[in-house]
């Protein structure tokens, strides 16, 4: 049987929702579509800094609804964070100050640097202490994040705003002509969705159906604004796309049905532009797409519902509110043509890098990791079933899970149970060779640190960084109540 405890966690969770669900405004309805500019973070770029930057995760106000701002975290700003440049054989000095009042952390999602470095559950930052990691960027261009990732606090901190752009260079970019103009025709899409009460503040519980679906709202934010508008010129536009969700997919398109070209993953460029008109873009993953407005037309970017994490579960244990199918699906911005702003690119290149296809007979070893969902994703193991974790296994941050040499690659073979989950690794790219049995898709060919697997994925591993037992990486689903129930796995490399 349930814990008494287990018991009114759960409960407590659905009569919050149902709370929510009979007291919340109609918050998207509050806000004229499309009437306020996109917010674009700060860009900070590290060279012009001497390669010295300082950031601090610090409370704000942030108003999502004009009129009222509600209490939320940034990084040295009110929401979100700048969006930092780096260059690829550069080093950079980074202090991160904690001035919120519970320990944090600052991991580099997609940067490739030794565990030390990566900002990990175990890097901890205490309130009123600085943290100086020194990284040293050495891979390909590409778009990556940071957020925090202290263990049992991640998905509150990042939903609370904890969360930026990394933006890699290594020349590529301006020698292939792409975009690079930031904020007029290179712009970035934080897409988040946030849950508000009847006095427009944001809600967050970790707890009950959020726990095994994740916190998900009904209000879609871009860049912390709802359905902003951006002026762009009439010629190709970059978009660098993040999903910085706790739990939900976005799956992606454009009203009038208009094709885009998917030029990079989180790990860089693909071998060349991919034409699609629908995206799905899950928790954790950045892709950058090309689109062109040189026909002068507005453009409306939306969303579809997320039912793709449901799984076995179905409509009516999503939320929230919980019980019925969330509304946060529609248009989520629009984009109008301003013919005064000047036009860098006018044609996509047809091939953007030469990628080495992915060779299986450089592993040493294989592996197989399975998301196990536990008792109905309560994290229990109290006879009922397995507690949420991977091989049955919930994290412990005590155990070692894998030991990996530095230098080598190896085959992870990834299972998902009863839904789709986002899986993410710390300190390591991966191509994956396999999905349900298949070749991936040509825009999920490229190198990862995440991907959502709604089937079994073979994923080739390269182990290029340092990882100890006193500082290891980790390996965990990005849906972060997942994460925390136990999700989450360590591993060395040595």
């Known amino acids: 049987m349930l814990s008494r405890r287990g018991l009114i966690v759960g409960l407590g969770g659905l009569a919050s929702a149902a709370i929510m669900g009979r007291a919340k405004l109609a918050i998207a309805a509050q806000v004229e579509p499309f009437s306020a500019p996109l917010p674009l973070p700060s860009l900070l770029d590290a060279r012009r800094q001497?390669?010295?930057?300082?950031?601090?995760?610090?409370?704000?106000?942030?108003?999502?609804?004009?009129?009222?701002?509600?209490?939320?975290?940034?990084?040295?700003?009110?929401y979100l964070g700048p969006a930092i440049k780096v260059y690829r054989g550069d080093t950079v000095q980074i202090e991160v100050e904690n001035k919120i009042d519970r320990p944090t952390t600052v991991h580099w999602h997609g940067l490739l640097v030794p565990a030390r470095d990566d900002g990990g559950p175990r890097s901890l930052i205490h309130p009123s202490q600085v943290w100086r990691p020194e990284l040293k960027v050495d891979q390909p261009e590409a778009t990556a994040w940071f957020h925090a990732h202290p263990h049992h606090d991640t998905a509150r901190q990042v939903y609370m705003g904890l969360a930026g752009l990394m933006l890699i260079e290594d020349g590529t970019g301006l020698r292939l002509g792409l975009p690079r103009d930031y904020g007029v025709d290179d712009l970035p899409l934080i897409l988040?969705?946030?849950?508000?009460?009847?006095?427009?503040?944001?809600?967050?519980?970790?707890?009950?159906?959020?726990?095994?679906?994740?916190?998900r709202g009904d209000t879609v934010v871009v860049n912390g604004a709802i359905a902003p508008n951006a002026k762009v010129p009439a010629g190709i536009v970059r978009l660098r796309i993040l999903n910085a969700a706790n739990a939900r997919n976005f799956d992606l398109s454009f009203a009038d049905g208009r094709t885009f070209h998917v030029i990079a993953g989180g790990g860089g460029y693909l071998r060349g532009p991919v034409a699609m008109r629908s995206l799905v873009v899950a928790p954790g993953e950045r892709f950058e797409v090309l689109v062109d407005f040189s026909d002068g037309r507005p453009a409306v970017l939306q969303t579809a519902e997320d039912d793709l994490s449901m799984g076995m579960m179905?409509?009516?244990?999503?939320?929230?509110?919980?019980?019925?199918?969330?509304?946060?699906?529609?248009s989520l911005m629009r984009f109008e043509v301003n013919p005064a702003l000047s036009i860098k690119a006018k044609a996509i290149p047809p091939t953007l890098t030469t990628h080495v296809a992915p060779d299986r007979s450089r592993a040493v070893a294989r592996r197989r990791l399975t998301l196990n969902m536990g008792m109905m994703g309560m994290g229990m193991g109290d006879g009922m079933g397995s507690p949420m974790g991977i091989n049955?296994?919930?994290?412990?941050?005590?155990?070692?899970?894998?030991?990996?040499?530095?230098?080598t690659a190896e085959i992870w073979s990834v299972?998902?149970?009863?839904?789709?989950?986002?899986?993410?690794?710390?300190?390591?790219?991966?191509?994956?060779?396999?999905?349900?049995?298949?070749?991936?898709?040509?825009?999920?060919?490229?190198?990862?640190?995440?991907?959502?697997?709604?089937?079994?994925?073979?994923?080739?591993?390269?182990?290029?960084?340092?990882?100890?037992?006193?500082?290891?990486f980790v390996y965990h689903c990005h849906i972060l109540?997942?994460?925390?129930?136990?999700?989450?796995g360590q591993y060395i490399a040595t």
Request: aromatic share 8%; glycine share 14%.
């Open 192 to 215: 988040q969705d946030r849950q508000f009460d009847a006095a427009g503040r944001l809600v967050y519980f970790g707890g009950g159906p959020a726990r095994m679906t994740g916190m």
């Open 415 to 472: 299972a998902p149970v009863m839904m789709a989950h986002p899986f993410h690794i710390h300190g390591a790219m991966f191509n994956m060779l396999s999905l349900g049995g298949r070749s991936p898709p040509a825009h999920l060919a490229g190198a990862k640190d995440t991907v959502l697997l709604r089937e079994p994925a073979e994923l080739l591993v390269q182990f290029t960084q340092m990882a100890t037992r006193d500082k290891p």
């Open 392 to 407: 049955g296994r919930a994290f412990d941050p005590t155990r070692i899970d894998i030991e990996a040499k530095i230098g």
């Open 314 to 330: 179905g409509p009516g244990m999503m939320g929230p509110p919980f019980g019925r199918r969330s509304p946060a699906s529609g």
């Open 481 to 488: 109540e997942h994460e925390e129930a136990g999700m989450m």
């Open 50 to 78: 001497g390669n010295r930057v300082k950031i601090a995760a610090r409370e704000g106000r942030h108003a999502f609804i004009p009129g009222i701002p509600v209490r939320t975290y940034g990084y040295s700003s009110d």
